[in-house]
């Protein structure tokens, strides 16, 4: 995503700062105090939740911003966001397509917008199918590869264990090829697995195994090009909005 932010501010005035933002401090934090004290132009964000408290504060202040991510709040707000009901829903068709009948989903934290729209793209597939499904319990996409192989472990060990596994990130998808492979279940034949790709990781790795791909870049791109004609205030905010789509 820096990638593509630093060539959409490319040959402007503007300097890109990376603002840190500690897990045991509200994320409003860092936000209030660039704006209050004036250290930036504009700011862009990530990890939306559907109430965000960073979108609010802006909105109130009118500062220039785009989220990464989408919230449920009523005012229009500028976004980048990736079409995560579309990237489960096609995942889970794949997988039930290929003839998988019980469905294992890691999702993100549930204070997440987008953990909201993989579980209903999921949900949608598996019930349009009637088939068995799992939501991994304790563990989500920010859980540490450990936590998340145990839990997948656990679950290939029972007699209706799973045999379609999404996960939206290459961690928890390669914590779910460790399980399989310490309980000698062969991917592709056993197990199927459809992961999100934002990188070329899984293009190197044997068995190959199906992806979708989230360009990162690109969406920090198209941020950055947003967030320059909301700081120049001419575009209506219909304008800065963008799905990316699957």
Same mark, same amino acid.
């Given at each position: 995503m820096i990638r593509g932010l630093s060539a959409a501010l490319r040959e402007t005035p503007y300097h890109l700062i990376i603002t840190p933002h500690f897990s045991d401090t509200p994320a409003l934090d860092p936000v209030a105090h660039i704006v209050r004290n004036r250290m930036a132009d504009g700011l862009l964000f990530s990890r939306t939740q559907p109430s965000d408290d960073r979108v609010k504060f802006?909105?109130?202040? /009118?500062?220039?911003?785009?989220?990464?991510? $989408?919230?449920?709040?009523?005012?229009?707000?500028?976004?980048? @966001?990736?079409d995560n009901y579309a990237f489960a829903y096609r995942a889970a068709r794949s997988l039930i397509?290929?003839?998988?009948?019980?469905?294992?989903?890691?999702?993100?934290p549930d204070r997440f917008t987008f953990c909201q729209h993989m579980r209903h793209g999921f949900m949608t597939a598996v019930r349009e199918e009637g088939i068995a499904?799992?939501?991994?319990?304790?563990?989500?996409?920010?859980s540490k590869s450990e936590a998340v192989r145990a839990v997948v472990f656990e679950a290939m060990a029972r007699a209706d264990r799973p045999d379609g596994f999404i996960c939206g990130g290459?961690?928890?998808?390669?914590?779910?090829?460790?399980?399989?492979?310490?309980? /000698?279940?062969?991917?592709?034949?056993?197990? $199927?697995l459809v992961a999100k790709q934002t990188s070329?990781?899984? @293009?190197?790795?044997?068995p190959k195994?199906?992806?979708?791909?989230?360009?990162?870049?690109?969406?920090?791109?198209?941020?950055g090009r947003l967030l320059l004609k909301r700081i120049a205030g001419h575009a209506p905010i219909e304008?800065?909005?963008?799905?990316?789509?699957?």
């Open positions: 802006l909105m109130e202040n /009118d500062f220039p911003f785009v989220c990464h991510g $989408r919230t449920e709040l009523a005012t229009p707000h500028p976004f980048v @966001d990736y397509e290929a003839g998988c009948r019980k469905l294992f989903i890691i999702l993100p499904f799992e939501i991994a319990s304790g563990v989500t996409l920010d290459e961690v928890s998808a390669l914590s779910v090829m460790s399980a399989a492979y310490d309980h /000698d279940l062969a991917i592709g034949r056993d197990i $199927r070329g990781l899984f @293009d190197e790795i044997r195994i199906e992806t979708i791909y989230e360009d990162l870049s690109e969406a920090g791109n198209i941020m304008e800065l909005q963008v799905l990316q789509t699957v």
